[in-house]
C-alpha cells in the first residue's frame, strides 16, 4: 500500500468524515467531501459560516477517516491550511465535481473557501482480508508513528501471547515477536502475558 | 424526522466515523461498528489496548457521524460511559452482529469492552432533497442546540440576502427571515448584508 493509494480511496468514497477540536475542547465530526487528489495532497472546502472553518483557521488540526466497500479504511492526520487564490481552486474544484453547483450555483460557490492536506499520517487498515493488514504511511514531512505492541527481552517464551491472539499473529522465538501488519491493537497479549514482556508505543 | 430515526441511520450505515479528542489535544477519528441501537441509546465496543479506549475512558467525549446511499447525514454529539456487565453486554452484541466472530473468535471477545451514548444532541442533514434539509434533535438529557444565523430587527429589507442565498432560503419580511430547516450555514447573507443585521448562533 502507499500514501497515493490511501488518498485516491478517501477520493473514491468521497465523503469522508473530518474530525476537529472546538473552541471548547469537544471533539465534533461531519461528512466532507474530498474534492481533489494532486500528488500526495487532500483538497476539500468548506463554506466561511460554518464552525468547521472556524477550527481549520485556528489550528487547522484534523483528522479524517472513510471506508470502502472491501472494508478497506484510511486514516489521515494532519494540518490543513487554507490556500491563496481561492477563485482558481473553486473553480477547479466545481470543474471535478460539477454536482456542487446544485448546492452552490452561480457566484454564491465563492463563499467556499479551499484547504490542503500536505503534511499528515496515515493508517491504512484492511479489515477485508484474513489475516487483517495495517500499516503506517505519510505524506509531506510528516514523522512516520510507531505504533502498536512490543514483545520485549523480558519474554520467557511461554506463548501465553501466541495462544490468546484473536489474529494469531504472534509468532514462537526468543522473544517473541507480533507481526505488526496484522495486528488489531487488542492489547489482549498484553493483558495475558505473565511477566509483563509487552510495551505498548504510540497508541 | 426523529432521534430513533437518526439512530437507526447510523445503525443501517453500521460504520461510522466516531471522534475523540486525544491526551495531546488533537483530534482523532475512526471506523467503529455502531453495534446496538434500543429505545434512544446507541452501543458499541472497542478492545481495551486501543487508544480509543483510553480516550473514552477519560472523558468520554464523542462525536459520531455517518452517511447514507440517500446523502442523509447523521450527527451525534454525546458523553459514552463504559457498561457494567461487560460479558452479557459482548455477548448480546456478538449475537446481534456474528461476523465479529470471524475477528476476534472464541473467548477473545471479552478484551472488548461496551459504551452505550444515552445522551446526546444529534443534527440531521438532509442533501439528498430539494431543498436541503436540517433538524436538531437530541437523546436522554442533553439540552437542544440553537444553530445558525438569524436576521435581527436591524434588518432594512433590502433583500440582498434573499437575492445571495444559495438555497433561497430566506423569505421577504420585515425583518426578513430564514427558513432554518433549509439553510446551508454558508454564512453568505451574513457576509452579505450591507448593515450586518444577522447574528450567528451556536456555529
Keep these: 500500500m502507499t500514501a497515493q493509494n490511501c488518498l485516491r480511496i478517501l477520493r473514491e468514497v468521497k ?8 473552541e471548547t475542547g469537544m471533539p465534533q465530526v461531519r461528512i466532507i467531501d474530498v474534492m481533489l487528489i494532486d500528488q500526495e495532497k487532500l483538497y476539500f472546502c468548506t463554506a466561511r459560516g460554518k464552525d468547521f472553518y472556524r477550527q481549520l483557521t485556528a489550528s487547522g488540526q484534523v483528522a479524517i477517516t472513510a471506508m470502502n466497500h472491501f472494508f478497506q479504511m484510511v486514516r489521515l492526520s494532519g494540518r490543513a491550511r487554507k490556500l491563496s487564490g481561492q477563485k482558481e481552486w473553486i473553480d477547479r474544484i466545481f470543474e ?14 465563492y463563499i467556499l473557501e479551499p484547504f490542503c492536506i500536505a503534511d499528515g499520517q496515515i493508517e491504512f487498515f484492511d479489515l ?6 495495517r500499516e503506517c504511511l505519510t505524506i509531506g514531512n510528516a514523522r512516520k508513528p510507531q505504533k502498536g505492541f512490543f514483545i520485549t527481552d523480558s519474554c520467557i517464551g511461554c ?12 509468532e514462537a522465538g526468543t522473544p517473541y515477536t507480533i507481526r505488526q ?7 489482549l497479549c498484553y493483558e495475558t502475558c505473565p511477566v509483563q514482556a509487552l510495551e505498548r508505543k504510540g497508541i
Tied chains: 1, 2.
Design 159 to 170: 506463548g501465553e501471547c501466541h495462544r490468546s491472539c484473536p489474529q494469531q499473529c504472534i
Design 128 to 133: 477485508g482480508r484474513e489475516p487483517v493488514f
Design 96 to 109: 471535478e465535481n460539477p454536482v456542487m453547483n446544485n448546492v452552490y450555483p452561480g457566484e454564491s460557490r
Design 181 to 187: 501488519d496484522h495486528c488489531l491493537h487488542c492489547g
Design 15 to 22: 465523503d469522508a468524515a473530518f474530525a476537529t477540536v472546538d
